[in-house]
């Protein structure tokens, strides 16, 4: 626990950076052209579908990568441990990617599965691990979270250059390829990197007893096997038209599925009898920043739907005469907390005791992202009759998405792995992540409304929401701080 070796950190939390570090390489190569390569003409490589189709099917897609995460880490917990879970993520998701490098339907929807898949493994267990690098009282822990969010978001800067320039420029399926070689460069470094991450997430949790092991494992193998066999009976459907089911059919029905997952998930949580005071006060609190998560992400994930969708179609692609691809604009974020992560860290352990606390920290995103859809709001209504505002607008917008992202994800992350009972710990990030998972499908049901509705009016409700739930959260920020208990 008392290794330094990384910049003050432990040396296995370099590992743990390069590894999200190329998987963020491969997943936000792939989704800076997702929504564009949907909605491009088919004689241009795309696939030709409407907005309302893409922004449908680009909500499902981004809500299941984060909600497969709560199955990936019960998996985890009981079944295979964290270190493992990572490494059969890696690799489920490189099969993705390299599936949509292949230039067919069938294919794209095959490659978009294996990602979910392989993202649920892997996302939130690598949490865990860094998580578990850290002992309950370590105060560096919160900075350990923020280095390691720089090194998700250096991947993310790059990607986009690199896939969203071949992708554009060369050929869709290139940059889709791309991205899966970015993912294999992430399991050879994950892979000569275990060795220091000690102990930390190498078993899962301990099982009651041999007999609850052996149930658990045959209980885990029948339900895996009737969800493969669902999932391609549907496909095989699709495929051949026995089943006439759209896509939009699909995300539409997987909206309700998302809103009774989390009805009944939160329902389980609450009333189950295996919580001592303690842990249900806390579990109370992160139900409370589970809500206001959600609404964060529903307006931050729209940077690689809607905001996308306005630097291709709304937004001038040239500066200083120099001609870009319009995807180059979703590597502003990650150059933003690349820049400002070491910032945010330096501050938080400056201010000492005077550090906001973990509820005041989420109003301070929120009322960040509302505001960078308050400038939008100016911009869009510039942006009427064809003309093109200047780039300055999204780096604005951006820039003040960044801040809000600093002040939330990071926070949230540690804030989880604090916060929740130890033999549930995989299980409770990946609850994290659902809130994601619930953000992004409402995100994606907003960019569907692009054109379909005034610009200025779209993103002036988003912004007010936004504005809103942060003001909120400000208000109660000590409710939540006496839920919280002694987690600081």
């Not at 209504?381 to 780039?391: E, F, M, Y």
């Not at 499908?441 to 739930?469: E, H, K, Q």
Request: charged share 10%; proline share 5%.
């Amino acid at each position: 626990m008392d290794d330094r070796s990384f910049f003050g950190h432990p040396r296995g939390l370099s590992t743990l950076f390069f590894t999200e570090m190329w998987e963020r390489f491969s997943y936000y190569g792939m989704r800076a052209l997702l929504i564009l390569f949907m909605t491009a003409p088919v004689a241009a490589g795309g696939l030709g579908f409407d907005t309302g189709v893409a922004g449908a099917v680009y909500g499902l897609y981004t809500s299941m990568v984060y909600m497969a995460t709560l199955p990936g880490g019960w998996i985890a917990d009981r079944l295979i441990g964290q270190r493992r879970a990572v490494l059969y993520g890696g690799i489920i998701i490189a099969c993705g990617h390299f599936s949509m490098a292949f230039p067919s339907v069938t294919t794209f929807y095959l490659g978009l599965t294996l990602i979910v898949a392989g993202t649920g493994l892997l996302k939130g267990n690598a949490a865990v691990i860094v998580g578990a690098l850290y002992g309950p009282d370590d105060s560096r822990r919160d900075a350990g979270f923020s280095i390691y969010y720089m090194g998700i978001n250096l991947g993310a800067f790059i990607a986009p250059l690199v896939c969203g320039y071949l992708g554009q420029r060369i050929n869709w399926h290139i940059g889709f390829g791309a991205a899966g070689i970015g993912m294999v460069c992430g399991l050879i470094q994950y892979t000569a990197g275990g060795k220091y991450l000690g102990e930390a997430g190498l078993h899962p949790a301990p099982a009651k007893s041999p007999e609850a092991a052996a149930q658990l494992q045959s209980r885990a193998q029948m339900f895996g096997g009737l969800a493969l066999v669902a999932v391609v009976a549907l496909a095989f459907g699709m495929y051949t038209g026995m089943l006439p089911i759209t896509a939009k059919e699909i995300a539409d029905a997987a909206g309700y599925g998302l809103l009774l997952i989390v009805v009944a998930f939160f329902g389980w949580l609450f009333l189950s009898s295996d919580w001592t005071p303690s842990e249900r006060r806390r579990l109370y609190a992160i139900a409370v920043l589970f809500v206001a998560s959600a609404i964060f992400w529903s307006e931050f994930e729209q940077a690689g739907s809607t905001l996308n969708l306005f630097g291709d179609r709304a937004t001038r692609t040239e500066v200083f005469g120099w001609q870009f691809p319009s995807s180059y604009f979703q590597s502003l974020q990650p150059l933003f907390i690349i820049t400002f992560a070491p910032v945010f860290a330096w501050v938080w352990i400056r201010l000492g005791r005077r550090e906001p606390s973990s509820p005041a920290k989420f109003g301070l995103g929120l009322l960040f992202v509302g505001a960078g859809f308050a400038i939008l709001v100016v911009a869009s209504s510039l942006a009427a009759d064809g003309v093109k505002v200047a780039p300055w607008w999204l780096v604005v917008t951006y820039l003040l998405h960044t801040y809000g992202e600093l002040s939330l994800s990071p926070v949230g992350l540690s804030a989880t792995t604090k916060l929740a009972p130890v033999r549930v710990v995989g299980l409770m990030m990946g609850v994290f992540y659902l809130a994601i998972s619930v953000g992004n499908f409402i995100g994606g049901r907003l960019s569907s409304l692009y054109g379909s509705m005034p610009l200025p009016n779209l993103f002036g409700a988003i912004a007010a929401v936004g504005i809103a739930a942060g003001i909120v959260m400000f208000a109660l920020t000590l409710p939540i701080k006496r839920l919280m208990g002694d987690v600081k």
